[in-house]
């Protein structure tokens, strides 16, 4: 767990967290607690810091935290899912992100270490006049942070799709599905959670357009619009993925069709043979060698009679 003591004058002051019971924000800035996979303690020291509600810290205690929003008087909890990417294998996973926001302090609670933290700590050690001591411009600048993430993995699953076009899977036979469906489960499950997400701006909006102070409703009313975007353009790639599907499908069943036709066919010119076969091996042991040559004439002959039929069917009933 990290602390950082924020104002637009010095900029992000790392606090060492021992101290921070004892840390008392000057005015104006506000305090940043940044606490990455946090043990019990430390979310019981963030609930005091907070004066979170007993049954606040309880939700929190909990891995998995559901989608929540609750807006008091003096506080806001926003409990948002956003995807990470870990590994060189790219490995795709939807994390709660928690943000707290309360007078003189923010407090985000992660299970994943984003790429983007970093980069947005440096913004505020380099700009931090942008942030204008207030919370909300925090948040801001965090969720415009997280939407261009967002935005870079929906850009990659696009990129993915030319290899699963629907006149690309109809000329190729030997596309695997595997690595399309993965996509398309992860893009389903990313919708859910952003149309969750969306619900967040509504109520951060009414917030802070109370507030005459602060310089946050604008740029926040943008975001709601980035994210209402982003929305669209995960729901514009999961259709294009169900047209995908669908030729697929079409594909699939065309080549059931085929092989069930050409297991007919098989099976109707190999019948009248297997047939003539098994009645010559139980009829062969017993004749006499006179007899052998006629049989043996018949046997051809309704062997070729049997293909010849064979042929005849399969052409009759030939797809």
């Given at each position: 767990?990290q602390?950082?003591?924020?104002?637009?004058?010095?900029?992000?002051?790392?606090?060492?967290?021992?101290?921070?019971?004892?840390?008392?924000?000057?005015?104006?800035?506000?305090?940043?607690?940044?606490?990455?996979?946090?043990?019990?303690?430390?979310?019981?020291?963030?609930?005091?810091?907070?004066?979170?509600?007993?049954?606040?810290?309880?939700?929190?205690?909990?891995?998995?935290?559901?989608?929540?929003i609750?807006?008091?008087?003096?506080?806001d909890?926003?409990?948002?899912?956003?995807?990470?990417?870990?590994?060189?294998?790219?490995?795709?996973?939807?994390?709660?992100?928690?943000?707290?926001?309360?007078?003189?302090?923010?407090?985000?609670?992660?299970?994943?270490?984003?790429?983007?933290?970093?980069?947005?700590?440096?913004?505020?050690?380099?700009?931090?006049?942008?942030?204008?001591?207030?919370?909300?411009?925090?948040?801001?600048?965090?969720?415009?942070?997280?939407?261009?993430?967002?935005?870079?993995?929906?850009?990659?699953?696009?990129?993915?799709?030319?290899?699963?076009?629907?006149?690309?899977?109809?000329e190729?036979?030997?596309?695997?599905?595997?690595?399309?469906m993965?996509i398309?489960?992860?893009?389903?499950?990313?919708?859910?959670?952003?149309?969750?997400?969306?619900?967040?701006?509504?109520?951060?909006?009414?917030?802070?357009?109370?507030?005459?102070?602060?310089?946050?409703?604008?740029p926040?009313?943008n975001?709601?619009?980035?994210w209402?975007s982003?929305?669209?353009?995960?729901?514009?790639?999961?259709?294009?993925?169900?047209?995908?599907?669908?030729?697929?499908?079409?594909?699939?069943?065309?080549?059931?069709?085929?092989?069930?036709?050409?297991l007919?066919?098989?099976?109707?010119?190999?019948?009248?043979?297997?047939?003539?076969?098994?009645?010559?091996?139980?009829?062969?042991?017993r004749?006499?060698?006179?007899?052998?040559?006629?049989?043996?004439?018949?046997?051809?002959?309704?062997?070729?009679?049997?293909?010849?039929?064979g042929?005849?069917?399969?052409?009759?009933?030939?797809?």
């Amino acid at each position: 767990m990290q602390v950082f003591s924020f104002n637009s004058k010095s900029g992000l002051l790392s606090i060492s967290a021992k101290e921070l019971e004892r840390a008392a924000q000057k005015k104006p800035g506000f305090l940043w607690i940044d606490a990455e996979n946090p043990a019990a303690d430390d979310l019981r020291l963030i609930s005091k810091k907070a004066n979170l509600l007993p049954e606040t810290l309880e939700v929190l205690l909990e891995r998995n935290h559901p989608p929540i929003i609750e807006t008091q008087e003096k506080l806001d909890i926003f409990v948002m899912h956003i995807p990470s990417i870990s590994g060189s294998q790219q490995t795709y996973s939807i994390k709660p992100f928690i943000f707290i926001i309360a007078q003189g302090l923010i407090i985000t609670i992660r299970y994943h270490n984003y790429s983007w933290i970093p980069a947005l700590k440096n913004s505020l050690e380099k700009n931090p006049k942008d942030i204008a001591d207030d919370p909300y411009m925090f948040f801001y600048r965090a969720v415009r942070r997280i939407i261009k993430e967002i935005q870079s993995i929906v850009n990659g699953w696009e990129a993915a799709m030319p290899d699963f076009a629907p006149d690309v899977i109809t000329e190729i036979e030997n596309i695997s599905l595997v690595r399309f469906m993965k996509i398309k489960a992860a893009a389903e499950e990313l919708y859910g959670y952003l149309v969750d997400a969306s619900e967040v701006f509504d109520a951060i909006s009414s917030k802070t357009n109370g507030k005459a102070k602060s310089g946050a409703a604008a740029p926040l009313k943008n975001c709601a619009y980035l994210w209402e975007s982003l929305i669209e353009q995960t729901t514009h790639l999961i259709r294009n993925m169900e047209s995908s599907l669908d030729a697929f499908r079409a594909v699939t069943m065309s080549r059931q069709r085929r092989s069930i036709h050409l297991l007919g066919k098989t099976a109707i010119i190999a019948l009248p043979i297997l047939i003539t076969l098994s009645i010559a091996g139980l009829l062969l042991p017993r004749l006499e060698a006179t007899e052998l040559t006629t049989i043996v004439f018949y046997i051809l002959l309704a062997l070729v009679a049997g293909t010849a039929i064979g042929v005849g069917l399969s052409a009759i009933f030939k797809e």
